[in-house]
């Protein structure tokens, strides 16, 4: 099992951009989203936590740059990096 805690993610919308970059990665891994604890859990075979780490952090920017689109400050690539930590 491959986990990661990312303490930015805060709402629905959050917890659907990092399913959904985890699916795109691996269609068949299993996801279990805890917004509470702000902690991503995945069950697959056909991909690393490399791969899955990268697909999150993309996701997540470009989930971002609609954010800043709309008004809201979004999180730069650094700022991710250093929040998005892997958890076993």
């Known amino acids: 099992m ?3 805690e990312v303490n930015d993610m805060t709402c629905g919308h959050c917890a659907s951009t990092i399913t959904k970059a985890v699916k795109q990665t691996d269609r068949d891994a299993a ?5 509470g604890n702000k902690r ?3 069950e697959s075979s ?3 936590e490399a791969e899955f780490k ?3 952090e993309d996701g997540w920017l470009h989930a971002g740059q ?7 400050i979004g999180q730069s690539r650094r ?3 250093r929040k998005l930590t ?3």
């Open 79 to 81: 700022q991710l990096l």
């Open 31 to 35: 996801v279990a989203v805890d917004l």
């Open 2 to 4: 491959i986990a990661f």
């Open 40 to 42: 991503v859990q995945i």
């Open 54 to 56: 990268a697909a999150i």
């Open 66 to 72: 609609g954010r800043r689109r709309a008004g809201v």
């Open 86 to 88: 892997a958890r076993v």
């Open 46 to 48: 056909a991909a690393d």
